[in-house]
Every structure is written in structure tokens, then in C-alpha cells.
């Protein structure tokens, strides 16, 4: 190419250019090519486009002084232009991961093109990485006092109010009686007030769940009007019969019901999972008095029937919006058997003031993305699929699959629990509505194992000016205590931060490997491990502060043969790291 020609790239719709000027005579051009250069965006018809001299005469020619002007100017899309992402020309660290030592070199941004912005969103990137882990804290630990039981946080109120199951566990080696299990609320972790109890307890404090005894509550989210969805795995006493059942809880604690729905047979039933599906945190989110929930469900698809539950008006009224099992036909999809799916995830996504995106996230072999903007109108035939099944983003991966995802306005970001590689995935949203192929947003190194597993935990963002905080942590063991220890202490949980789900910045890194107790087949013993498990949370308060919890489980598993074959209770489920003054450096 001539000197001080230009590069057009075009959109899918062959409508939108993005034009920039070189002083590079020939050869391949990179993302460095790009760089101290006006970026000059035209608006037109194909006809307009013909020939590059015709560029000068291009209808609504407009130039920006830098690409910090262009993508403040909205025109195209956060470092978007066109449809066209610019990125960085640069191998990824993972393609390496066959001679890469673990620890031996520092993360190469995949999208080191946005950090010539100064600002986005109006604020500051986050440049200061593990930053959480350089400010002052305290780590406490709330451990019950009482033999058998444990506590596990499952929620947060708009209040700074965490709710936390108390379990029975055999934790210490005696289990603890479960018609003692409660819901409990603390603002410093420190005291706890029980707000919710057994129906088998006639006395005590807290309200009790009407005809539910052994209430481990899973997940408390809170609506715009004040109450709460609560879910909660409990023994249904008049059927005899463990399941998952999901009710509203009044904002002052002083009553609960049981949230019913309307099913596609136009009846009014219970909202329960009766094969007792775990709950994780994002198989339900709330948007103001919006919230779409769901189970995990039990990835057998002759009896898992992966419900999809929505309501607008606060849990007043529910109504099934996609059954799982109606999304493959004949065991098939995409010429593949299937024989395991459930619910990954659910992810809702304010478009404007009156559409909220729906989407449903399907794990194993049925692993897509589902969507819709029908709202509260949605049936099971609304949805449209995002096939990631057999997109692979890198030549070695078996599969990708979402664990769990946000959506951002400019696209969706989520984990894959797939072996290999460590990261957050990204799909943009196109012009036109489209969505791109899976491209990685940032990849967490080292990836010392081949095989090795991570997988999102918890997320949690405390409203649409602060930024996501999204956890990360291993999810298997080795098959030797020896290679165990290594898997702890070099493939560290991080809490990762975006605004936007394209700049990312990894703030806090798990610090927790040492020695540990650790209770196995009810001996106490000790073992090098970390606190973080899959289960893990980080939340940005009202003051300032972050709170992170270590584990969403009681339980750790640790190297042996087969592997998972030892695994171990401890109390990490019972500790969290406070880091004060968090929010200044975000």
C-alpha cells in the first residue's frame, strides 16, 4: 500500500467505514500501524465507497482527534468501529501454555488497544492491578461456635445487610441436627439475627417456613420495592420429599410466601424444582422489580426439565417463560446426542426504558445461548439461540461452554469452565442487533496444567456506576497430593473488575494458601491448600468497602486416586477479607 492511503474497513451491513490514514509502504499491518493516527468515520452507501479517492467526497465525513474522541462520541460502539473491533495483532500468552512455567511472565492485555483511552463510561480505567491486595483489611472469621454447623453467605441487601445460611455440617466431625437450620442477617459479621427458622421449631426466633423443615437457603436477592426472592432447598413435610422452592420474602423479614407461577397450561402452580436442583448465584438476577430465576437442575433431560421463571412486578407474579426440554428435539441437537443439559445461567439485559433482553444460558451438550425480548409476552417458542456450541476460539479446545455471564450493553462476558485455558469470554453486539463470534476478553495466566479447570464463582456489580466484579477460581484437584499443592498455590482465584466487559483489571489475587485444618472422615488434620473455592463472592458496599468471601461450599476437594476420591470440610465458607477504602482506586 502507498504511502498516506487508508485502510477501509467495513461492517456487515457494508454501511459504516472506518478510515485511517498509514505512512506504511507495504506489508502486513498490525494494531501498532493505528496508532498516533486520525480516525476519520463515513457514513454512506456502497455506491459512495467504490474507489478509495471517493473517500474525500464521502457524505457526513466527520474526524476525531483520537480514538478516546471516537469512542466517546457513541458513533459505532466502544472500540468498535463499524462492526469492526480493533484489537492488537499479538499471539495469546495460552498458545504458549506447552512451555510457559507457571508464574514466569505477566498477563499481555489481548486488548491492549483500549488502553490508549483515557477514560470510558466517564471513568477512570483500572489500571492499578491487584490493587485489593495493597490496601489495609481484616480477615474474620464467624465460624458458629456450636459443633456441626457452618455458616455460608447466600446474599446482600441494598443495605449492606448479608444473609447467611447456618447449616448443618459435619464439619467437625459431628454432624449437626438440620431441624436447627436458619437464615441469618449480619452487618459486620459479628452479630446475627436469625430471621427465618424450621416449621418443626415452635419456639425461637425468627418467622418460620410454613410445612418446610432442614432450610438451607441457597440465594437471597432483594427487588426495587424492598422484598426479597429467597430460594431454598428444604424437606417438604406434607409430601415427605426434599425439594427447591422459591418464595418472597417482605423487606422487614416479618412474613414469606410461596411464589407461584402460571405454566403453559395456563395453571396457577408452586414454583419448585421438584428434583431439587442446586441454586448458584447467577440462576437468579434481579433488575429493579424484574427478575429472571431458574435451578441448575439435574443434567439428566429425561426428567430435568430446566424451567425459566420471570416476573416484572416485584415476584408478585410469575410466569414460565422456556422449558430446556423443548429446545432439542429427539435427543439431537446440532446432530449431537444429548444426554446431559441443564440451566448454566440466566442474564437480564436493559436495552431501553421498555425491553429487557432475556437470556438463557444451557450447559453440557446442549450448550447455546438463549434469547429473548418478549418479557413478561414470552413463551417457549420466543427464544432465539446464539449457537456457541462449536465455536472454539482457540485450536486446542475440546468445547466452550458458559458457566455463568453478564451483559453489558456492547456485549455478553462469561466464564467457561472448558480445560485448557483460563479467561473471560466475550460476545459483542454488533450493529444491527447481531452478535460477534466468542472472542477472549482477558485470559488468566498461568495455565501451568493442561486440563486444569476455572471457573467462574459469584458476581456481583452494585449498581451501573460501579463496575462488575467477577470472581475466578479452580474448579478440580490433581490426582496426587504433590501436584495438588501446586494447583493450590499457583492457580490462585482472582476478583477481575470491568465497566464495560472490555477493560478488565485483575484487583485482588488470592493469598490464602498455607496450612490449613481440615476435617476428613471426621479426623482433624491439616493440608496446604487455598480458602477461595468455586462459590467464592466479591461485593463493592456503600462505604467504600469490598467484602470477599472465600467459599460458596463447605468443602474442598484434594488430590487422590481416582480424583475428587478425598474430600475435606473445612470453615472457609465461615471467613471473608474486608479491604477498606476499595472504591477510590476503582
Avoid at 447481531?434 to 456489580?461: D, Q, V, W
Wanted: net charge negative; charged share 20%.
Amino acid at each position: 500500500m502507498d504511502n498516506n492511503t487508508v485502510k477501509i474497513i467495513t461492517s456487515t451491513g457494508s454501511t459504516n467505514y472506518f478510515c485511517v490514514q498509514f505512512e506504511k509502504a507495504s506489508g502486513n499491518f498490525s494494531e501498532s500501524d493505528f496508532v498516533g493516527y486520525k480516525p476519520i468515520v463515513c457514513k454512506g452507501s456502497d455506491a459512495d465507497y467504490t474507489a478509495v479517492d471517493k473517500v474525500a467526497r464521502a457524505v457526513n465525513l466527520k474526524y476525531y482527534e483520537t480514538f478516546k474522541d471516537l469512542a466517546e462520541s457513541k458513533t459505532t460502539g466502544l472500540s468498535r468501529f463499524g462492526g469492526y473491533e480493533v484489537r492488537p495483532v499479538t499471539d495469546s500468552p495460552t498458545l504458549l501454555y506447552h512451555t510457559q512455567p507457571a508464574m514466569s511472565s505477566s498477563y499481555i492485555d489481548i486488548n491492549s488497544t483500549v488502553r490508549e483511552y483515557s477514560s470510558l463510561n466517564y471513568h477512570n480505567p483500572i489500571n492499578q492491578t491487584n490493587i485489593f491486595n495493597k490496601l489495609p483489611s481484616e480477615e474474620i472469621d464467624f465460624t458458629p461456635s456450636d459443633d456441626g454447623f457452618t455458616r455460608i453467605i447466600v446474599g446482600k441487601s441494598i443495605q449492606d445487610e448479608f444473609f447467611v445460611a447456618h447449616v448443618a455440617s459435619d464439619r467437625k466431625g459431628a454432624f449437626g441436627n438440620a431441624v436447627y437450620d436458619s437464615l441469618e442477617v449480619t452487618s459486620d459479621f459479628i452479630n446475627f439475627r436469625t430471621i427465618l427458622r424450621s416449621s418443626a421449631l415452635s419456639s425461637g426466633t425468627g418467622i418460620p417456613v410454613p410445612n418446610m423443615t432442614n432450610i438451607k437457603v441457597c440465594m437471597v436477592k432483594q427487588f426495587a420495592n424492598g422484598n426479597y426472592i429467597v430460594v431454598i432447598h428444604c424437606h417438604d413435610i406434607p409430601n415427605n420429599n426434599d425439594y427447591t422452592h422459591f418464595y418472597i420474602l417482605t423487606a422487614d423479614y416479618s412474613s414469606i410466601t410461596h411464589c407461584t407461577y402460571t405454566n403453559f397450561n395456563g395453571n396457577t402452580v408452586d414454583m419448585l424444582d421438584e428434583f431439587n436442583g442446586d441454586t448458584y448465584d447467577w440462576h437468579v438476577q434481579v433488575i429493579g422489580n424484574k427478575c429472571i430465576a431458574s435451578t441448575y437442575g439435574t443434567r439428566n433431560p429425561e426428567t430435568d426439565k430446566g424451567r425459566i421463571w420471570y416476573t416484572e412486578d416485584g415476584g408478585l407474579t410469575w410466569k414460565l417463560v422456556f422449558q430446556m426440554t423443548n429446545h432439542y428435539q429427539d435427543g439431537q441437537m446440532d446432530g449431537v446426542t444429548v444426554t446431559q443439559t441443564h440451566i448454566h445461567g440466566v442474564m437480564l439485559q436493559e436495552k431501553d426504558p421498555f425491553t429487557t433482553r432475556l437470556f438463557v444460558i444451557a450447559g453440557e451438550d446442549n450448550r447455546n445461548i438463549f434469547y429473548t425480548d418478549d418479557g413478561i409476552n414470552a413463551t417457549d417458542t420466543s427464544w432465539k439461540v446464539i449457537s456457541i456450541r462449536n465455536q472454539l476460539y482457540y485450536p486446542f479446545q475440546v468445547f466452550v461452554q458458559v458457566s455463568n455471564g453478564y451483559a453489558f450493553p456492547d456485549c455478553l462476558v462469561f466464564s467457561s469452565d472448558n480445560p485448557g485455558v483460563a479467561g473471560i469470554y466475550r460476545i459483542n453486539v454488533l450493529d444491527g442487533g447481531n452478535y460477534s463470534n466468542i472472542e477472549m476478553a482477558h485470559e488468566l495466566l498461568p495455565n501451568h496444567f493442561y486440563g486444569t479447570y476455572y471457573c467462574g464463582a459469584e458476581m456481583s456489580r452494585r449498581d451501573n456506576k460501579s463496575p462488575l466484579l467477577m470472581c475466578f477460581t479452580r474448579e478440580n484437584c490433581r490426582t496426587t497430593e504433590a501436584e495438588n499443592e501446586i494447583l493450590n498455590r499457583e492457580h490462585k482465584a482472582r476478583v477481575i473488575a470491568s465497566y464495560d466487559g472490555f477493560n478488565w483489571t485483575e484487583v485482588w489475587t488470592d493469598d490464602t494458601y498455607g496450612n490449613h485444618a481440615v476435617y476428613i472422615d471426621g479426623t482433624e488434620t491439616s493440608r496446604n491448600y487455598s480458602l477461595c473455592t468455586r462459590g467464592m463472592g466479591a461485593w463493592l458496599l456503600n462505604n467504600g468497602d469490598v467484602v470477599i468471601k472465600y467459599s460458596g461450599r463447605e468443602y474442598v476437594y484434594f488430590g487422590g486416586s481416582p480424583i475428587y476420591s478425598v474430600m475435606g470440610r473445612d470453615n472457609a465458607s465461615c471467613k471473608v477479607r474486608i479491604i477498606h477504602g476499595a472504591e477510590k482506586y476503582l
